[in-house]
C-alpha cells in the first residue's frame, strides 16, 4: 500500500513549484494585459519522467512552468489566448488553470488504495495537507468520491493563492499513471468563476486525455 507521506509530496510538490515558477499567467486573458508566453505549446512531453501532457481543447502548457527530473515533473495550462498574451472577455466563466504533478516512480507492488486516502483527506491531517498555507483551518472539503483507479476531491481553501486572481474552490484528481502517482488539479478565476459541475468536467476530460495519451503499449 502506498504511504501517506507519498501523498502528501504529491499534493504538496504543485504548490511549491508554483512558488518556484517564473510563470506569470494573467487571468486567463479575460480582460486584457501583457502575457509572459507567445505561442504557447498545446503539448509537452515531460523527457525525465516520459509523461506527455496536453489539456482539453483551448488549453495550452505554459512553457515557464514546466518543472521534471527523475522525481518527480511538474507543469501548469492555461487558456491558449491568455497564456499567448490575448484576451478574450467571452472566456468568463469558462476557463480555468489546470496543474499536474507527477511523482518518481513508486516501488513495485506499490498501489494507491483509494478508499484510505479518501478518508485521510476527510480527516484534520489529510485537510492540513490539502491547505496552501499548511493549516486545516483553512480547508474545507466540500466532497469526495472514488472511482476504480481515481480519487476525486472538491475543496475550498480560504488561504493566500499562489496565482493572482484564483478562486478558492477547485477540484483535484489523484491516480497511478505508469507506475507515477499523478495529482491534476482545475482551479477556477475569482473575478470569473466557473461552475463547480463545469470545472469537474473539464478535469475529468484533463484525467482522461492523460490516460489515453501515456497509456503503456502491452
Not at 38 to 62: H, K, M, N, Q, Y
Not at 68 to 97: I, M, Q, R, Y
Request: charged share 20%.
Amino acid at each position: 500500500m502506498m504511504e501517506m507521506k507519498t501523498v502528501f509530496r504529491a499534493v504538496w510538490t504543485p504548490v511549491i513549484l508554483l512558488m518556484l515558477s517564473a510563470c506569470t499567467l494573467d487571468t486567463a486573458g479575460l480582460t486584457g494585459g501583457s502575457g509572459s508566453v507567445s505561442r504557447a505549446p498545446r503539448t509537452v512531453t515531460l523527457p525525465a519522467t516520459g509523461i506527455t501532457v496536453a489539456g482539453p481543447s483551448g488549453f495550452c502548457v505554459d512553457p515557464d512552468s514546466v518543472r521534471d527530473s527523475a522525481e518527480g515533473g511538474f507543469a501548469l495550462l492555461g487558456n491558449c489566448t491568455g497564456l499567448s498574451g490575448g484576451h478574450n472577455p467571452a472566456l468568463k466563466g469558462k476557463t480555468a488553470v489546470l496543474t499536474l504533478s507527477v511523482s518518481g516512480l513508486l516501488a513495485e507492488g506499490e498501489a494507491l488504495d483509494l478508499p484510505s486516502v479518501e478518508a485521510f483527506f476527510n480527516s484534520e491531517t489529510g485537510r492540513k495537507a490539502l491547505s496552501r498555507s499548511g493549516s486545516a483551518n483553512t480547508v474545507t472539503l466540500i466532497e469526495s468520491g472514488v472511482d476504480a483507479t481515481h480519487l476525486w476531491l472538491h475543496a475550498r481553501d480560504t488561504a493566500p493563492t499562489m496565482l493572482a486572481g484564483q478562486g478558492d474552490e477547485y477540484w483535484r484528481a489523484l491516480f497511478v499513471l505508469n507506475g507515477r502517482l499523478v495529482t491534476v488539479t482545475a482551479t477556477p478565476f475569482a473575478e470569473a468563476p466557473m461552475s463547480s459541475d463545469r470545472l469537474h468536467s473539464l478535469l475529468e476530460r484533463f484525467v482522461s486525455d492523460l490516460e489515453r495519451r501515456n497509456r503503456r503499449q502491452t
